[in-house]
């Protein structure tokens, strides 16, 4: 899904908000809801630019290392089950 717009950004509709202007305004200027403010608000607020990339760092780590367990599991499973055999 491609998103309509960049983290930075939101985090500057979001520091214009903080600066006073009414959120009404704010998104009738840039084209989004005021659901989505709220969202970004929950997700972004009290962040900086250099926090998001920092946390999308993270989550891709995060991804990296989920499919790394998911493909060992199976031989893990497969190495206990031979060892109680064995004993």
Not at 22 to 44: D, I, M
Not at 66 to 74: G, S, Y
């Amino acid at each position: 899904m491609k998103k309509r717009f960049t983290e930075e950004q939101i985090i500057g509709f979001l520091r214009e908000a903080e600066a006073g202007l009414p959120v009404a305004e704010l998104c009738r200027r840039h084209g989004f809801s005021e659901a989505s403010y709220y969202l970004w608000r929950n997700k972004f607020g009290g962040m900086s630019v250099s926090d998001t990339k920092r946390l999308n760092e993270l989550e891709l780590e995060n991804t990296r290392l989920q499919r790394v367990l998911a493909e060992f599991m199976p031989e893990n499973e497969v190495t206990k089950e031979a060892l109680r055999k064995k004993w």
